[in-house]
């Protein structure tokens, strides 16, 4: 989770990689074999290998969007945290974040941020139990750090 060198925190979710891979391998291989079959099938319409060609395209659009769900990232250090949910990336100095708190029943932890906002961090969600925890106390003691140098 550290690079000692320079002491850069990056987390990133475990079973949702999983997860998404699995499904992704999975559409794309049911859209291939359909597409294979497509040309077999007697039903009366006459289907083109561009229609084949298309179903496997369908199939790579959609194992690629599953995959987007995969991509969140949290990369932190002293100077602040950057964070990367499914399309977008927001960078936070510490002194903008009031707390990290992971909140009952909450799915992913999130950035306490002032004036009643908050941020959601989804590389750290609560199906990974325990990283997700040692990730919370990684980034609650960067916090602190930052706030006591501050």
Known sequence: ?????????????????IMCSVLAVLLLGVFIVVA???RNSHTGV???PADQAA?????????????????PRVRADADGVEVRNVL???????????????PDGASWARFELPEDEYFSVMAVQAVDRDR???????????????????
């Open 1 to 17: 989770m550290t690079d000692q060198q320079t002491a850069t925190l990056v987390i990133r979710p475990r079973r949702t990689l």
């Open 36 to 38: 294979v079959l497509l």
């Open 46 to 48: 006459v289907f083109e």
């Open 55 to 71: 179903m496997i395209g369908i199939g790579i659009l959609l194992a690629a969007g599953t995959m987007l769900f995969a991509m």
């Open 88 to 102: 977008a990336t927001r960078r936070f100095a510490w002194t903008d974040v009031l707390s990290v708190s992971f």
């Open 132 to 150: 997700a925890v040692a990730a919370v106390r990684a980034l609650r003691r960067l916090h602190r750090a930052a706030h006591e140098a501050a």
